[in-house]
């Protein structure tokens, strides 16, 4: 059984843990699974029972400043305010980023940012621990690539080790005990019309953590044996599509997964239901529209907020039909 030290030590190999740059900032997007992430075969590296695949969000996601200090304690403010030392959050960050320094390393000034609601099922911990880990190697100039990060980022969050790149993003599942083929791999996928639609139902904490969801779920769900298999169906048929630019197919693809992650969900025991009744009436006129030959899908995380996907020429219509979306375009024009 490996742990998260043996890991971060594997990666940093020959690299200094001394501070090398005083200050900096770093941002990372948030990405939603089209086929989806749920369930670990080793809790404490984050490996997944099954690959999964991703878009990221662009402008929506974590921004990660740090400062040296000459102070006893490390700080943290997450969009303007403090947190306290008490406060589970500081707790997480702080145990993750201890796992790469001494304690006799100077302390840090932290202020993150997030342009999503934090613990609402909109990826805010992939986001997060992906721009922790950049942050970090720019605080001590690993020079660390991409994928390095991608592996370092998964033991703070799995889907975080999707964040590290704009656009389709695979998170290859591996079959090593150690992880270290287990990380994301960016998908020469480019589709400037492609949209995601963020419908926000709840921007509360979710009632049950993600985390605690996947275990009961995996343990408990007579369904979630059916689970990989259906991942690899959806996963081929998504890749497919994007090589084709076939829309109905990728949003086909991607509504059936996250239908079946979440009926895992709803034969656990106990139940566990994300969707709330504001979820559930977007799912329905979704439906409707389709049957009036409108091209939009959706997808739904741990959560009760629901993401459209659709091509920008139905931009219009979506903004008429739900007045509360905020578009995002993945691949922005430069």
Not at 38 to 61: C, E, F, H, V, Y
Not at 85 to 100: C, G, M, T, V
Not at 150 to 170: K, M, N, P, Q
Request: negative net charge; aromatic residues 10%.
């Amino acid at each position: 059984m490996y742990n998260k030290e043996q890991i971060i030590a594997e990666i940093l190999s020959g690299k200094s843990t001394d501070v090398q740059q005083e200050k900096g900032a770093v941002y990372a997007p948030a990405n939603i699974a089209l086929c989806k992430y749920w369930g670990k075969r080793d809790s404490i590296l984050n490996l997944p029972m099954t690959p999964s695949l991703s878009i990221s969000l662009a402008q929506k996601g974590s921004h990660f400043a740090f400062e040296v200090v000459n102070e006893k304690t490390d700080r943290l403010h997450l969009n303007g305010q403090a947190v306290e030392e008490q406060h589970d959050f500081y707790h997480r960050l702080f145990s993750f980023i201890n796992l790469f320094r001494s304690h006799a390393q100077p302390r840090l000034n932290i202020h993150i940012t997030s342009t999503i609601p934090i613990a609402a099922g909109l990826a805010s911990s992939a986001s997060g621990f992906a721009s922790v880990v950049k942050g970090l190697n720019e605080l001590y100039r690993w020079q660390l690539n991409c994928s390095e990060l991608s592996i370092l980022a998964r033991l703070g969050s799995g889907s975080a080790c999707r964040s590290l790149w704009d656009g389709f993003v695979e998170w290859q599942y591996g079959s090593r005990d150690d992880g270290m083929d287990s990380l994301g791999v960016p998908l020469d996928y480019k589709w400037p019309q492609f949209r995601i639609g963020l419908l926000l139902a709840s921007s509360n904490k979710k009632s049950i953590s993600s985390r605690e969801a996947m275990a009961i779920t995996k343990q408990t769900s007579p369904f979630y044996t059916l689970w990989p298999q259906q991942v690899a169906t959806d996963l081929m048929g998504i890749k497919s599509a994007l090589a084709e630019k076939d829309f109905a197919a990728v949003g086909q693809a991607s509504e059936r997964n996250a239908l079946a992650m979440h009926a895992t969900m709803l034969t656990a025991t106990p139940a566990i239901a994300y969707s709330n009744a504001q979820t559930t009436a977007w799912m329905h006129q979704v439906w409707h529209l389709r049957e009036d030959n409108m091209a939009v899908y959706f997808t739904q995380d741990a959560g009760p907020n629901l993401k459209l996907l659709f091509l920008e020429e139905s931009t219009e219509d979506i903004l008429q039909l739900f007045p509360e979306v905020e578009i995002i375009a993945p691949f922005p024009s430069r």
